[in-house]
Structures are given as structure tokens and as C-alpha cells.
């Protein structure tokens, strides 16, 4: 009842146009004035609530093909830990690769921690425009042409210095760091795709879910599992909490505990966004029951221990 009313509002002209739409943008102007102290309070943050589910029904989703580097260091930290544990060699898959900011991230956090390690890492991507870019491996300061802010800004100068090379202006990523990444044009929500991956160690699926509507989010993601090795590990976040709890809760995906709490709130980007964006992400509220589950980005899958193996 709450959702169709939701819906109806969501829907609602006067002359043409959307009174919802002045509504919101005067909000969004509100919260961003106000201070950490008042929307942390149980009344404003219900409100909030409301405030996202009518943006969430109200906005234009659109597809974006940038992303930066380093972009949560816990999820990477997480990567790190998990990749001791799976045998030899270790499969990966991103998922949504976009400009090559995350898969660079997350070969540079494994590599460094485990130069040993045989690393299969392949990214998969649905524009073959970012995926030739994002092969090529060279960026440039400042603001990139596919993402609306630098890439690189999160990197401190001894990162820098450790992950690219410096050609002229721009920096490109070193060879040990690009070596072996098998770049795929496709489309994660196609049955295809997952099959043509294999059965990986970890699937990374962050950031690009929150675009589509959310039956649409909901089948990908159910598609998306279906690459993960049982026992193996998907890292979901940037997507609607709601479609990723479902998932989750009808599949009896198992959350990831360590570090939930720091991945959550490691990409200011999507928090500092809630909740006037469509793909903001709430503060976490352990009033709720389910709040494990909802909040967190990290799930082991299928039946198999923490040791998983995937065929060679």
C-alpha cells in the first residue's frame, strides 16, 4: 500500500509537470545545509527514508562509465585477506569493469600482498568504448573524460609512485600490475556472459546495479551469482538495498561480517549522497532485524567452506 502510494505521488502532474520533482530539489537543498548532529536523529532519518524511496521512483536512471581508483580501501582490504585463502590460481572477475580504476585497484592490492599468487583476473564490461580505455591503462590528473571528477584523487603520491608510470602528463599503470588481465566485451545480466567466466573465487559486481530499475537490478544480480564458485565470495555494492536484501535473503546468501561496517561507509561518494540521489546508501541502522543481511556489500555463496576451490 505504502509502494502504490509512493508510486502515485512519484506520478502526479499539475500543468504538465511534476510538482515531486520541485519538492525534492528543495529538500536536497535543505539536507545538504544541515548539520551531521540534526540528520543523525532517529525522526530526520525516517524522513530521509521517505525522501529517498519518492528519488529513487522519481529519478531518470542512467549508466555511468567511470569510476576511480582506490575507490573503497576496506573493499580492497577484504579482497586482499580473501585471496590467502582460495587455492591456486586464484580467479577474479569484475563485473561493470568501466574505466579500469577498480580492476587495476584490486590486481595492485592482490599483487602487492601476494606476488606469488597465479592471478586470473578477468573484467567485463558492456561498452566496448570504456573497455578500450580502460585496456590501454593511461590516465591523466585531473578530471577524466569519462568521469565527471579525477580518478585519481584518493591515491597518496607513494601509491602513485607505486601503481604508474609517468609518461608526459599522464601516468600509466605498470606492467606488473596489467599483466594477465583478460579484458571481455559483455553484458552481466546475460546468461552468456556468465557462462563464457567460469566459476570464480570472487565476483565483483560494485556500482553499476543502482542504474537500472530494480526488477531489471534483480535479475542481473541473480544472473551475476550464478558465476560465483560454491562457497566463493560476491562483492555487491552500489545497488538498492531492497533488491540486494531480497536477492540475498531468498538465496540464503551468507554476509561477509569483517570489515561491513567500514566497506559501508568506505565510499563517501555513494554515502554522502543519501539521500537525495537515487544512488545514495542509508547509514546503517541496527534497529532493524535483517540489518546484516541489508547492510552488508560482501556474501559467501553456496555450500563449501571458507577454503573454496574453482576448476583449474
Given amino acids: ?37 540534526l540528520t543523525a536523529l532517529r525522526p530526520i532519518t525516517l524522513y530521509g527514508h521517505l525522501m529517498h524511496s519518492l528519488v529513487r521512483l522519481q529519478a531518470g536512471r542512467q549508466m555511468y562509465l567511470g569510476t576511480l581508483f582506490l575507490r573503497n580501501r576496506a573493499e580492497l582490504e577484504l579482497i586482499r585477506r580473501l585471496s590467502g585463502k582460495a587455492g591456486h590460481p586464484m580467479k577474479i572477475a569484475v563485473l561493470g569493469s568501466s574505466n579500469g580504476a577498480e580492476v587495476y585497484s584490486i590486481s595492485w592490492a592482490v599483487r602487492s600482498a601476494q606476488p606469488d599468487l597465479k592471478l586470473i583476473l578477468q573484467a567485463v564490461d558492456i561498452s566496448a568504448k570504456v573497455l578500450k580505455f580502460a585496456q590501454e591503462g593511461v590516465y591523466a590528473p585531473g578530471v577524466s573524460e569519462l568521469v565527471n571528477e579525477p580518478v585519481l584523487e584518493r591515491m597518496t603520491a607513494k601509491e602513485m609512485e607505486e601503481m604508474f608510470d609517468r609518461e608526459g602528463d599522464d601516468f600509466r599503470v605498470k606492467p606488473w600490475i596489467a599483466k594477465g588481465i583478460d579484458w571481455r566485451l559483455g553484458d552481466a545480466g546475460d546468461p552468456g556472459t556468465v557462462e563464457a567466466l567460469g566459476p570464480q573465487h570472487i565476483v565483483v559486481a560494485n556500482r553499476f546495479l543502482c542504474h537500472m530499475r530494480p526488477a531489471e537490478a534483480e ?83 553456496g555450500e563449501g567452506s571458507d577454503q573454496v576451490s574453482v576448476p583449474r
Fill in 219 to 301: 535479475r542481473c544480480l541473480r544472473n551475476i551469482a550464478r558465476s560465483v564458485a560454491p562457497g566463493g565470495y560476491l562483492f555487491v555494492s552500489g545497488i538498492d538495498l531492497d533488491v540486494r536484501t531480497k536477492v540475498a535473503t531468498e538465496l540464503g546468501w551468507k554476509p561477509v561480517p569483517d570489515l561491513l561496517e567500514q566497506i559501508h561507509d568506505g565510499d563517501q561518494t555513494l554515502r554522502v549522497s543519501w539521500p537525495y540521489k537515487y544512488w545514495g546508501l542509508e547509514p546503517i541502522d541496527r534497529r532493524r532485524r535483517d540489518w546484516k543481511v541489508r547492510y552488508a556489500s560482501v556474501f559467501q555463496l
Fill in 1 to 37: 500500500m505504502a509502494q502504490a502510494m509512493l508510486s502515485r505521488m512519484a506520478g502526479l502532474r499539475i500543468l504538465g509537470k511534476s510538482p515531486l520533482g520541485a519538492y525534492l530539489r528543495l529538500n536536497e537543498w535543505i539536507w545538504k545545509r544541515l548539520p551531521p548532529s
